[in-house]
DNA sequence: TCCTCTTTGTGTACGCTGTACACAAGAGCA
DNA sequence: TGCTCTTGTGTACAGCGTACACAAAGAGGA
């Protein structure tokens, strides 16, 4: 804090980080910088890992740089959440793309809904700081159909399950009646389980049962809803 | 932090919480006073309000004190998340109580299945904070039966919707072959429902429709178990 | 009663966080 | 060239968890 007051410029090795030592002055993209360098830090420790501090750090910059991008830590993680959501879109979406229109519309609308289930339990399996980042509480929700939380069909997590259950009443599988509110049902079931095995009881338990329990789960919610 | 120095002991009204101001220096209980002030944090800002620092404060009595009694913060947060759990365990027991066993074992077992979801989901929308705090994810997890975490009977919430599941299979509700593991489901379907309900998008919906899913959700569960 | 030991609360200090405010470097435009 | 607006810097503060040394007071024995 004090000592000889070597001149601050020096490397900074305690840093920890690389400090690229840009010599612009100005950065060029901090905002989208400081999201990506928050998305690394969510991937590995959740939401509560993005600091913002330890973000600005990464990218060589002063703290208090990222308030000319972001009005708060808070907005930064919304941002972050954000592309979590999108991750999980995208997820979604790549699982449901091989599956081709069948020619019994019947089957392939249950397969989508599945697809979607299994492709929702394995990206909070695999990305599972990202999937805690993507249902972290913020406060307030303006959360309306952002596209910055889309997959490339430009659709969410949440109405990716929605149209799936949508193609399940064209194909005769769901009555009518019933699809107003659904998906609030099969999300219900899906999330819980997600968070069961991410941290809760099921937290290490052996892949081959978690799988069982995802198939089991998937049915029950297609027989229950 | 320096002006004329005034006398520490000053009644220090900036403390904001009333210091009781005991005259025993030991305070006689600390510990159990401890817990029961992170209780109250976390009844009104969930896990991350219960900040050891205030839980002090409101003791009147110095930071480093709690270290006495708990490890750390994250031990401290421990004690609060069995006692928001022990509190559920509570609510799901009331629930249950006025149902005598009925006549016909059948009935009865749906009920009490039924009771076991309607309570969760009531205590999530009631006791928001605490339920929070109750799932809290922790490090590591020993967290095995811990009496802590039960009811007045003895068993935890998870215990209980397993009680509630075994009569269920003793009144031919569900077939024995699908008993194993149909706690993680059941609890999977209604915590999801609740999480949704407290931080997801139906969070601010009408008291009525939430009611309206949780009916349909735990007959999702009982059709597709 | 006095002495000693152990428990439990105190004082001080550190590093970390988010963030407010004034300032400076540089880009873009006149 | 000079002006202005944007964006990064410096300094500062309060709040947090927590480490370490110290002190007050019970508990137990002499």
Do not use: C
Request: glycine letters at 8%.
């Amino acid at each position: 804090m004090d000592s000889v007051h070597i001149k601050p410029r020096a490397p900074r090795s305690k840093g920890r980080r690389r400090p690229p030592r840009r010599r612009t002055y100005r950065h060029g993209d901090l905002r989208r910088a400081l999201l990506e360098a928050g998305i690394a830090l969510a991937r590995v420790g959740g939401p509560e890992a993005v600091v913002l501090r330890e973000a600005t750090r990464r990218l060589g910059v002063v703290p208090n740089a990222a308030y000319r991008h972001f009005a708060s830590r808070q907005e930064l993680l919304r941002g972050v959440r954000a592309a979590a959501l999108s991750a999980l879109a995208v997820a979604i979406e790549k699982e449901l793309s091989p599956l081709a229109p069948s020619d019994l519309p019947a089957d392939m609308a249950r397969a989508r809904l599945r697809a979607v289930g299994s492709a929702y339990l394995r990206f909070a399996q695999k990305e599972t700081g990202l999937f805690r980042t993507a249902f972290a509480v913020l406060d307030d929700a303006p959360t309306a159909a952002d596209p910055e939380m889309a997959g490339e069909s430009g659709l969410n997590p949440f109405q990716l399950l929605g149209a799936a259950l949508d193609r399940m009443v064209e194909g005769g599988e769901l009555p009518a009646a019933r699809r107003p509110g659904a998906e609030y049902l099969a999300w219900s079931a899906v999330h819980g389980l997600a968070i069961l095995m991410i941290d809760g009881p099921l937290r290490r338990s052996p892949r081959a049962q978690l799988d069982d329990l995802g198939h089991r789960l998937v049915e029950m919610v297609e027989k229950g809803l």
